[in-house]
């Protein structure tokens, strides 16, 4: 990646909370394509990380650049500008139908006959969700919840889609298939993935390469099947080294 030039670049970023420092200095790279994970403990910022790319929470300090270019501080700006986040939580429209749902998520769009395109998309990608389209959101499963949440994200056809802990809350078996899913989003739409995620085997499992967040620090990084077999890692973040 040396001589290529990253979508998505986090510089020296601080977030503070009153008196009390969540960020302290954060320095990431993204580059196209590429599928990125910061993985940390419960409380070490991940969540902040995100909110703060979104203009969802005030910067203390530092830059977050697009192409090179300042990223907005404001989150409607930031969507447009080509971040999109799928939240922490999901926060589907609970009220709306699937369809309406994906529909909100297209506001970025300015050629409206674009959002069919981009439905149908998110239906090839999700075939549940085109079977649901007609229900409303707050009825759907955990996992249904989270593609939607995918999903909606997708259709302002962001260059960058966030994740925040996709995996949270969900059954062992529907994480599976939301990771493999996020594989095939990388894989057929080309899409550059920044994701934060507690379950870190799974985290470096699907993603390219990694960021090791700690107490509002960056401590580690680097290729992710390497960091997988790491044994600080290990003894960290995946309950130990396997006798």
Same mark, same amino acid.
């Given at each position: 990646?040396?001589?290529?030039?990253?979508?998505l670049?986090v510089?020296?970023l601080?977030?503070?909370?009153?008196?009390?420092?969540?960020?302290?200095?954060v320095?990431?790279?993204?580059?196209?394509?590429?599928?990125?994970?910061?993985?940390? +403990?419960? =409380?070490?910022?991940?969540?902040? $990380?995100?909110?703060?790319i979104?203009? !969802?929470? *005030?910067?203390?300090?530092?830059e977050?650049?697009?192409?090179?270019?300042p990223?907005?501080?404001?989150?409607?700006l930031v969507?447009?500008?080509?971040?999109?986040?799928?939240?922490?939580?999901?926060?589907?429209?609970?009220?709306?139908?699937?369809?309406?749902?994906?529909?909100?998520?297209?506001?970025p769009?300015?050629?409206?006959?674009?959002?069919?395109e981009?439905?149908?998309?998110?239906?090839?990608?999700?075939?549940?969700?085109?079977?649901?389209?007609?229900?409303?959101?707050?009825?759907?499963?955990?996992?249904?919840?989270?593609?939607? +949440?995918? =999903?909606?994200?997708l259709?302002? $056809?962001?260059?960058v889609?966030?994740? !925040?802990e *996709?995996?949270?809350g969900?059954?062992?078996?529907?994480i599976?298939?939301?990771?493999?899913?996020?594989?095939?989003?990388?894989?057929q739409?080309?899409?550059?993935?920044?994701?934060?995620?507690?379950?870190?085997?799974?985290?470096?499992?699907?993603?390219?390469?990694?960021?090791?967040l700690q107490?509002?620090?960056?401590?580690?990084?680097?290729?992710?099947k390497?960091?997988?077999?790491?044994?600080?890692?290990?003894e960290?973040?995946l309950?130990?080294?396997?006798?």
């Amino acid at each position: 990646m040396e001589n290529a030039t990253p979508i998505l670049s986090v510089k020296n970023l601080s977030v503070n909370y009153g008196a009390i420092q969540a960020l302290k200095g954060v320095d990431l790279d993204v580059y196209p394509g590429e599928i990125v994970a910061v993985i940390g +403990a419960n =409380g070490a910022g991940k969540s902040t $990380m995100m909110n703060a790319i979104m203009g !969802d929470v *005030p910067r203390a300090g530092g830059e977050i650049l697009i192409d090179g270019h300042p990223l907005p501080a404001r989150s409607f700006l930031v969507v447009t500008a080509g971040v999109c986040l799928s939240p922490e939580g999901r926060k589907v429209f609970a009220p709306l139908t699937v369809y309406e749902n994906l529909q909100m998520g297209a506001f970025p769009l300015k050629d409206r006959s674009m959002v069919a395109e981009q439905i149908k998309k998110v239906y090839h990608l999700f075939p549940r969700l085109e079977e649901r389209q007609n229900q409303y959101a707050g009825t759907l499963s955990g996992g249904e919840q989270q593609m939607l +949440a995918i =999903g909606r994200a997708l259709m302002a $056809m962001p260059r960058v889609m966030l994740l !925040d802990e *996709p995996s949270l809350g969900l059954a062992p078996i529907i994480i599976n298939e939301i990771f493999k899913e996020l594989t095939e989003v990388n894989r057929q739409l080309g899409m550059t993935i920044l994701i934060v995620e507690q379950n870190a085997k799974k985290a470096l499992m699907l993603s390219h390469r990694a960021y090791v967040l700690q107490t509002g620090k960056i401590v580690m990084e680097g290729n992710s099947k390497d960091l997988l077999h790491n044994p600080e890692i290990e003894e960290a973040y995946l309950g130990g080294k396997k006798k």
